[in-house]
């Protein structure tokens, strides 16, 4: 199974980006999937989190409002919607997977993307 993100690059504050995390060799659908961020010098935070259902989905507090993440089986994505950037949302962002239940403990993921840059100038 391997993980692909997509979709990062250098916006300004306020406006918006979608990440895409692509999986492949496995069906999302039996995934929770999570994206996480890490910027320079500090540790890597979750940001939100896709449930197999759909039922429990949940997002840290820094996004909530402004992020919304979304599956598509039939494409075996998972996008991330970003809206109303801010300066301190640069990281460079990952997906990964894990099989049980969604959880923002980035160590219990099994699968990561190798990641992709977002940077919002202000």
């Known amino acids: 199974v391997q993980v692909l993100e997509s979709g990062g690059g250098l916006v300004q504050t306020g406006h918006a980006l979608k990440l895409t995390c692509k999986v492949s060799?496995?069906?999302?659908?039996?995934?929770?999937i999570g994206w996480f961020r890490q910027a320079p010098g500090a540790e890597r935070e979750f940001v939100a989190v896709?449930?197999?259902?759909?039922?429990?989905?949940d997002y840290a507090d820094s996004v909530k409002g402004r992020f919304t993440i979304a599956r598509d089986n039939a494409k075996n994505t998972v996008t991330l919607q970003m809206n109303s950037l801010k300066f301190e949302d640069t990281a460079v962002y990952y997906c990964?997977?894990?099989?049980?239940?969604?959880?923002?403990?980035?160590?219990?993921?099994?699968?990561w993307g190798q990641g992709t840059q977002v940077t919002v100038s202000s």
């Open positions: 896709s449930s197999r259902s759909g039922l429990e989905d």
């Open positions: 990964a997977v894990r099989l049980f239940a969604p959880v923002r403990d980035h160590t219990r993921y099994d699968i």
């Open positions: 060799g496995a069906s999302v659908s039996i995934y929770s």
